[in-house]
T-cell receptor
Framework: GIQVEQSPPDLILQEGANSTLRCNFSDSVNNLQWFHQNPWGQLINLFYIPSGTKQNGRLSATTVATERYSLLYISSSQTTDSGVYFCAVRKTGFQKLVFGTGTRLLVSP | NAGVMQNPRHLVRRRGQEARLRCSPMKGHSHVYWYRQLPEEGLKFMVYLQKENIIDESGMPKERFSAEFPKEGPSILRIQQVVRGDSAAYFC??????????????FGPGTRLTVL
């Protein structure tokens, strides 16, 4: 099956710092989504981004499907950004999402 | 403007009991997916359903687990004779289906199952 790897696995930032999270996948996909799982366990949709670049406030994401990776940028991080960030992909021809291993982010004041 | 609804949010069962988890998709969505998240792990696909049909159950354990999405009412994930290893968060997602351009899946708040 398709492999989805995220890096780094853990990240500690001071409030106000910027960061880049990476998602690599091993096969062609027609769907890629980024999620934030907050400390209460809720999954929040951040981006649906099978290709190209999108921005939403302090967050932006870029997917280069031909090179099989996606990047999530967090600027001016806040303590509320803490949690686990997952990317998930859907392989062409399938419906299910395959989740990556996650990046655990801790933003300290 | 309700999103995906799941209930109960927390469920405690003793070993050997049955667990029933419910999921109501977003309005206008007819495709439902169930995922399981074991402690400290990512989400793993279990089953994909459309109304009255199971489309892909490749992630479902062979025994004790079943799912349905009836013509009326919510989707149900049923776990019979629960064991401690079933303790996890179970998430439901919905989409409007590829035929309607619905590539994005939207997730509910999850049901946290604890087996004593």
């Amino acid at each position: 099956g398709i492999q989805v790897e995220q890096s780094p696995p853990d990240l500690i930032l001071q409030e106000g710092a910027n960061s880049t999270l990476r998602c690599n996948f091993s096969d062609s996909v027609n769907n890629l989504q980024w999620f934030h799982q907050n400390p209460w366990g809720q999954l929040i949709n951040l981006f649906y981004i099978p290709s190209g670049t999108k921005q939403n406030g302090r967050l932006s994401a870029t997917t280069v499907a031909t090179e099989r990776y996606s990047l999530l940028y967090i600027s001016s991080s806040q303590t509320t950004d803490s949690g686990v960030y997952f990317c998930a992909v859907r392989k062409t021809g399938f419906q299910k999402l395959v989740f990556g291993t996650g990046t655990r982010l801790l933003v300290s004041p | 403007n309700a999103g995906v609804m799941q209930n109960p949010r927390h469920l405690v069962r003793r070993r050997g009991q049955e667990a029933r988890l419910r999921c109501s998709p977003m309005k206008g969505h007819s495709h439902v997916y169930w995922y399981r998240q074991l402690p400290e792990e990512g989400l793993k696909f279990m089953v994909y359903l459309q109304k009255e049909n199971i489309i892909d159950e490749s992630g479902m354990p062979k025994e004790r687990f079943s799912a349905e999405f009836p013509k009326e009412g919510p989707s149900i994930l049923r776990i019979q004779q629960v064991v401690r290893g079933d303790s996890a968060a179970y998430f439901c997602a919905s989409s409007s289906g590829l035929e309607r351009g619905g590539h994005e899946q939207f997730f509910g708040p999850g049901t946290r199952l604890t087996v004593l």
